[in-house]
């Protein structure tokens, strides 16, 4: 981004802004294929569920009311998750250009101009991705129907819709989830001030992340998840187990609590960074001083996997508390002919989950080769490097695996009272305790591997 296209952004933002914003996405692609393949996937996922939808509306029955149900029930769902692997991926693009967007602040852009530039970049970024998920989404939902027949959820042969509306709807919510996360980085972006131009390279306040300290909005709205959260988990203790009340409301609670948890996931991260700080090793206290500096970014690649972790057990350790209220004779809830496809479409929004988490430790560590080029140069060697980034996100991993264990419970414990009037089934326990240690492993190989990996390829 030359300063001769942040001046001509000054004098006539109106209609410079979209081509600076063009010149900076080529310019700088790598930085923003993050948001753009977040966006990709999740348009894919989020066009299945609305052929669904729309496949639903044309049924009759019992078939209508189970594709309208899943549709809108696991399509509400995917529609929050997919907004905040947006929200993640812009954000991180966005810090890793701080010096960039101090540089316009330097040449007198006002907050408001770097505000519509932030915008117009993200949209220029995740519109080709939009559009691409479109193509797979079609497909991947007549896959899900075809699935569904075969799993004996829908009695009958129906026909794949792809009404215009479904596409539109998947596009305009993907539009809208990328306008969103533009929106809030170009807020922390506008805040940057002109001096951090010759100071670091992501132009943040050192008083900022460093200590873990969180903005007010980023509080109250993690604050107000996690109040939701609990709202949902105990309004579903109360429900009848007929019908699908139950799920519908306790599902969405560990979704909304993977999100507050995850906003709030700063002062976590900097406490870790401080305990790591004080054990033996080069390495281990190498990873917690940089988690300790960098609280705030390390926070912006463990929230993902904290919603990954979350999802994956709260969603799958509710089914499995269904399936073993079935097998014992309980009533209620849906019929059984339906478990292997909540899994398959659960299987799903995790499978997305995966991979927005993993894009997003893609892009926080591949935004730091600056800082490892710095421990190069001060004695540091490439093996020392790559351990301390073993170890950091190792436990930024397992802090991840606790949060997303965490809000799994607004989830279980509230379903499994409902259905069972306990808080774990003992029939059900050994299954959903497997699940969640199975996932808590994973999300930290995950980390490690995802980190590890992309840092051989930055570190030199």
Known sequence: MSAAGATRGVRGVRWTSGRLAVRTVRARAGAYLAPAVVALAGTALLTAFAGLLATGRAAHGQNASTLLGMASILGGWTVAIVAYGVVSA?????????????????????PRQVRRTVVAETLVATIPGIVLGLLPGLPLGALLLDRLLALGAVQEPLRYRTDGWAVGLAAATSLLAAWVGALAASRRASRIAPIAALGSADGAPASRGGDGRLAKGRRNAGIGALLLAAALGGTATGMPVQGSGVTATAGPACVVAALGLGLLAAPAVAALGRLLGRLPGAAVRLAGRSLAARAAQAAASVGPLVLLVGVAVGTLGMQMIEDAGSAGGAGGGPAAQIASANYLVVAMIVGFSVIAAANTLIAAVRDRAAEFALLRLTGATRRQVL??????????????????????????????????????????????????????????????????????????
């Open 387 to 460: 351990a301390s980034v073993a170890v950091e996100a190792g436990a930024t991993g397992a802090l991840a695996a606790v949060l997303g264990l965490a809000a799994a419970v607004a989830t279980v414990v509230p379903y499994a009272v409902a259905k069972a009037g306990t808080a774990l089934p003992g029939d059900a326990a050994a299954a959903v305790g497997a699940l969640a240690a199975g996932v808590a492993v994973a999300a930290v190989a995950l980390a490690v591997g995802v980190g590890v990996g992309t840092a051989r390829r930055v570190a030199r």
């Open 90 to 110: 812009v954000a991180l693009t966005v810090r890793a250009r701080g010096r960039e967007i101090a540089l316009l602040r330097l040449v007198a852009a006002t």
